[in-house]
């Protein structure tokens, strides 16, 4: 298949749901303030501009090139789409893409997609506007400022949100955060280096072509220092949490079992009825045993009327 | 030439396809969430959650063999839980040696993994459903019905519209590529050029793209504005649920209700 | 001596099952000129995306005496040229330099030759100023000809055109019928413009529906009106 995303995409099953909860909550404030500043703009013109940029990011996704060995670099986009539009349409662009991805093409859960709307989107798109804006500065308007915010930005949106990545895997208990945390900051720091070089080859080619679209986004760089000081903020506390949390992953099972981040281990279905109820079988095999009894009448049930359903359209 | 394929839905005649699309949406979500909250290990919920989803393939007409197939695209992912196997406290079950690593199977670690990855295996196959059955202009009003501000509908709408002419630019993009990425015949030469080389055609690829998008997106505003677009979003009101739907809807969240208080045991 | 392109009982299927190609067998010789002909949908650029292997069907392809095989593939993308029909897709570089260069970049040939592979391509082509040139705001005829230059570059034994001349001015189409009469290597073109192929093409192929239903000399069966009507095509 042809689409073949970052593996970045938090699937159902992985995010323990408080973490989902509290990863929702995160990501539904910041699109409604990103929906909130970008109505404000009254430029009509945007909304189909973010439609259509959406669609291009995630078409952009398919486009790919060999690393070595059969691995391929891709695009995540979070980086373009700030340094294009802004970071308030560009958290609605990459929130557009990650949602459809999830709702469509089932790369990454729905329950998940709060936290993957937050990673990719939130945190990629505010540590992006971050070092974009601050290499910038430094540039003062001199066009390797575009090229070498345009790498930076790229590269550490992807280190920062795998980052992010390892950490709520660590939270939800799925594997441990010295293991979790370098694993995703490895992969990615690698795969970064993909989304730099595609990013500033992208922008090489508009600056050639339409350097007024370079410049109107210049102009949507609009988030103010509280934005600046949230991506760094982000950014750091990654960071520095990271680092602390791989080197302590026992802290961190602690600090999810103490707030109750974890799932119970087990359900107490078995321990009420006593140890044994058959000789030599225990509870746990038989309620497995009766579910697979009730699961099979089940499904044949169903399948006995679709079939007796369809042979009377037939017939009919 | 068309991307065709890429569509999930797949149009049948079909209960679950004929069922309210906000119903659809709420059911799918409550499924994801009940597995969600089942505890690791409750293999018996399991099965009843895997026997509800297949019994919902069924009646969707979709085939099980296809929406299988689809969920095994979800396995990768699995790869990320495979170290909790070997660092979760608990009574051992094997141990092996890598040089001089001696890595050991605890049987709490080993079931963690196996309830992770059984949970995303069982809701990636509820989100096939829901997509496979649903068109997507449905989704959008299943997602306005939940309350997702039109404005980001609207960017959702055309996004997708857009989605299948910006994908086959890009297939032709890539094709045009490939057609160029030849081999010389003199021997010796390092075919392929340097990755960052083919990273940047790859990124001038992208922004190829992205600037067709740009200048589209520009047709298409003065498309809307000719037809009376002013900025604002304006939409149908959702039409009412049925009662059918409703008891739809309540008999979906009851049973998932009942399997969630198996996992506790009331 | 081999054929340029032999094309043997070739099928293919896109992935929703449509059959886009029903045994197709077409054999042309080294620096013949041929127009493929036939309706929308008749299956033209499906059998022209298969001369380098991009779509792989069921059937043998032979192209400059290769096989079209994965294995092969590297080699046959350097003897075809395949000019699409939106020149939007080809030009993904910034500048028309670095686009013509992108063959002999990747074919890793050292960079005076790429340099001579360039001007040498550009100049065929008439466009020999606009190396600099940002593609993206050429005109249609302008881009189409930086297309070619963009497989001359590779130095290929066939060219593949698929519709070169759609969506183009008088001037620019006359100018581009001159380029390709001149140009001596093998050429099988895709396209709907019957007064170019009486013009430029001695043997013309229609094909609908998936397979070949004339091949033969442009002069008789461009005489034989019953036959062109049937396929939804005008005697020019
Ligand atoms: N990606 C695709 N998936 C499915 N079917 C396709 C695809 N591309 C083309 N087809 C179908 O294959 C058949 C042949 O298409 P093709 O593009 O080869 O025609 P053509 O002769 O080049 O037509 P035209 O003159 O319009 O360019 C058509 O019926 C078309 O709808
Ligand atoms: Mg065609």
């Known amino acids: 298949m042809l689409y073949a995303p970052l593996p ?75 340094i294009l539009l802004g970071p308030w349409a560009a958290i609605l662009v990459m929130t557009t893409v990650v949602g459809v991805q999830a709702l469509v093409f089932q790369d990454g859960g729905l329950l998940a997609l709060g936290g993957n709307i937050f990673n990719m989107g939130v945190i990629g798109v505010l540590v992006s506007y971050t070092v974009y804006r601050a290499v910038q500065k430094v540039a003062g308007g001199q066009k390797w400022g575009l090229y070498v915010g345009g790498f930076s930005a790229a590269w550490l949106s992807i280190f920062i949100a795998a980052l992010a990545v390892g950490l709520q895997l660590a939270l939800s208990g799925i594997s441990p955060a010295n293991i979790a945390i370098p694993a995703m900051a490895g992969i990615h720091a690698l795969i970064g280096v993909g989304e730099g070089l595609i990013t500033v080859g992208a922008l090489v080619f508009i600056y050639a072509s339409r350097r007024d679209l370079i410049e109107a986004g210049e102009k949507q760089q609009t988030g103010g220092a509280i934005v600046w000081f949230a991506g760094l903020a982000i950014a750091i506390a990654l960071a520095i949490a990271s680092p602390l949390a791989s080197s302590n992953p026992d802290g961190l099972e602690w600090v999810a079992e103490e707030k109750g981040f974890l799932d119970a281990a087990q359900g107490p279905l078995y321990e009420i009825i006593p140890d044994y109820v058959f000789p030599g079988v225990s509870n746990e095999a038989v309620a497995t045993i009766i579910a697979g009894i009730i699961g099979v009448v089940i499904v044949f049930g169903v399948a006995a009327g679709v079939a007796y359903s369809r042979k009377k359209r037939l017939t009919a | ?122 809701s990636v196959q509820a989100a096939i459903v829901l997509a496979s059955s649903t068109p997507f202009p449905d989704l959008m009003m299943a997602m306005r019905a939940v309350g997702v501000p039109r404005l980001l509908v609207a960017i959702f709408g055309l996004m997708w519209r857009y989605l299948f002419v910006l994908a086959d630019e890009a297939l032709r993009l890539l094709r045009a590529r490939a057609a160029r990425s030849g081999q010389a015949d003199q021997p010796g030469l390092k075919n392929g050029g340097s990755v960052t080389w083919r990273a940047r055609i790859a990124g001038g690829m992208a922004g190829n793209l992205f600037l067709r998008g740009f200048e589209r997106s520009d047709r298409i505003y003065m498309a809307m504005v000719a037809r009376g677009y002013d900025g604002e979003v304006r939409v149908a009101p959702l039409p009412p649920l049925h009662a059918g739907s409703w008891l739809a809807l309540g008999s979906g969240l009851a049973v998932l209700a009942i399997l969630l208080g198996l996992a506790y045991w009331l | ?74 080699k046959v993308r350097a003897r075809v040229g395949l000019v699409f029909q939106n020149p939007d897709d080809q030009l993904f570089s910034p500048t028309v330099y670095e686009d013509v260069a992108y063959g002999p970049l990747y074919q890793g040939l050292p960079p005076d030759e790429v340099q001579n592979r360039v ?55 006359r100018s581009l019928i001159n380029l390709l009469r001149d140009l001596p290597i093998t050429m099988l073109v895709s396209t709907h413009d019957m007064l170019m192929v009486r013009e430029l093409f001695e043997r013309m192929v229609i094909m609908d529906d998936g397979r070949i239903v004339a091949d033969g000399q442009t002069e008789v069966i461009m005489k034989d009106e019953a036959l062109l009507n049937a396929h939804g095509l005008e005697k020019p």
């Open chain 1, 8 to 82: 970045m995409h938090i699937p159902d099953g992985f995010l323990s749901v408080a973490v989902s909860v509290v990863l929702w909550v995160l990501t539904v404030i910041a699109v409604a303030i990103s929906l909130r500043r970008v109505s404000a703009d009254l430029d009509e013109r945007r909304v189909p501009m973010m439609g259509v940029l959406a669609a291009a990011i995630f078409a952009g996704q398919m486009l790919n090139f060999t690393v070595a060995g059969g691995t391929s670099g891709h695009l995540m986009g979070a980086a373009l789409a700030t």
């Open chain 2, 1 to 122: 030439m068309h991307i065709h394929f890429l569509d999930p839905y797949h149009h049948r005649i079909s209960l679950v396809h004929s069922l309210d699309a906000r119903v659809k949406f709420v059911l799918t979500i409550a499924f994801i969430l009940t597995t969600a909250l089942t505890p690791h290990a409750a293999w018996p919920v399991y099965i009843l959650l895997f026997a509800t989803i297949l019994a919902a393939t069924l009646l969707s007409e979709l085939g099980i063999g296809f929406v299988l197939g689809r969920a095994a695209l979800a396995f990768p992912f699995v790869l990320a839980a495979l170290p909790v196997i070997f660092t979760l406290p608990g009574p051992a079950l094997t141990s092996f040696s890598i040089g001089d690593w001696t890595l050991t199977v605890s049987q709490s670690g080993l079931e963690r993994f196996i309830s992770v990855a059984l949970k995303s295996w069982i």
């Open chain 3, 1 to 74: 001596m081999h054929h340029s392109i032999e094309v043997d009982d070739l099928y293919f299927a896109y992935p929703d099952g449509r059959k886009a190609l029903q045994g197709v067998s077409l054999h042309i010789e080294p620096c013949e000129k041929v127009a493929l002909v036939g309706p929308n949908g008749a299956g033209k650029s499906t059998l022209i995306l298969h001369l380098n292997g991009i779509l792989i069907g069921k059937g043998l392809i032979c192209v400059a005496g290769l096989p079209v095989i994965k294995s092969n593939l590297g």
């Open chain 3, 119 to 173: 001007s040498e391509a550009l100049e065929t082509v008439r466009m020999a100023d606009y190396s600099r040139r940002v593609s993206h705001h050429l005109s249609v005829g302008e881009k189409k000809r930086i297309a070619i230059a963009t497989v001359l570059s590779m130095k290929p034994e066939v060219l593949v055109l698929d519709e070169p001349t759609a969506g183009m001015d008088p001037r620019a189409r």
